[in-house]
């Protein structure tokens, strides 16, 4: 049986309030046992604790009112699309593409992303975001900066 994945966005509903209900259903439920998955025949299967999780991300952000996309690893970004996903302009996108941080290909005249790759970035520059604030961080404490913060002066 060959299906082959594709990009879909799914839009919260009108009315949120039946999901807020399940949402709150699932945060109750907790660990208490595996989650089963019952089909309108009555049959039951397992759900992996993965999957499970990430059912449960996709009811809560829906029930909040936000729209889910859902894609595999391979899609193929436009630059737009891919400056989107990292909350980036556009020409900075391809400012990052042109210096070689992310890899990409040409179709024509038009630069594409692979959505893994997209990912791949933004891990790692959150990493280095991570470790430099860990840095910076140690580094104060080592100079003192946080014993010698005062209580800001009242102006009123």
């Known amino acids: 049986m060959s299906s082959s994945l594709r990009e879909r966005t799914v839009l919260p509903p ?6 807020a209900r399940f949402v709150q259903e699932l945060r ?8 089963r ?14 999957l ?19 894609a595999p690893h391979n899609t193929m970004l436009t ?11 556009r020409p900075t996108l391809v400012r990052l593409l042109s ?7 040409m179709r ?8 893994r790759d997209v990912l791949d970035y933004q ?14 961080t140690a580094e104060a404490e080592e100079d003192g900066l946080y014993d010698a913060t005062g209580m800001p002066r009242r102006t009123r």
């Open 52 to 70: 499970y999780g990430v059912l449960r991300d996709v009811v809560t952000a829906l029930s909040e009112g936000l729209a889910i996309s859902i």
């Open 108 to 115: 024509g005249r038009h630069r594409r992303v692979m959505l």
């Open 14 to 19: 009108d009315d949120p309030a039946e999901l």
């Open 123 to 136: 891990e790692r520059t959150r990493q280095a975001r991570r470790r430099t604030l860990d840095r910076m």
């Open 28 to 35: 109750s439920a907790g660990g208490r046992a595996r989650a």
């Open 79 to 89: 630059t737009q699309e891919a400056a989107d996903l990292l909350n980036i302009s």
């Open 37 to 50: 998955l019952v089909g309108p025949d009555g049959s039951e299967i397992e759900i992996p604790d993965e």
């Open 99 to 105: 210096e070689g941080e992310m890899p990409h290909t």
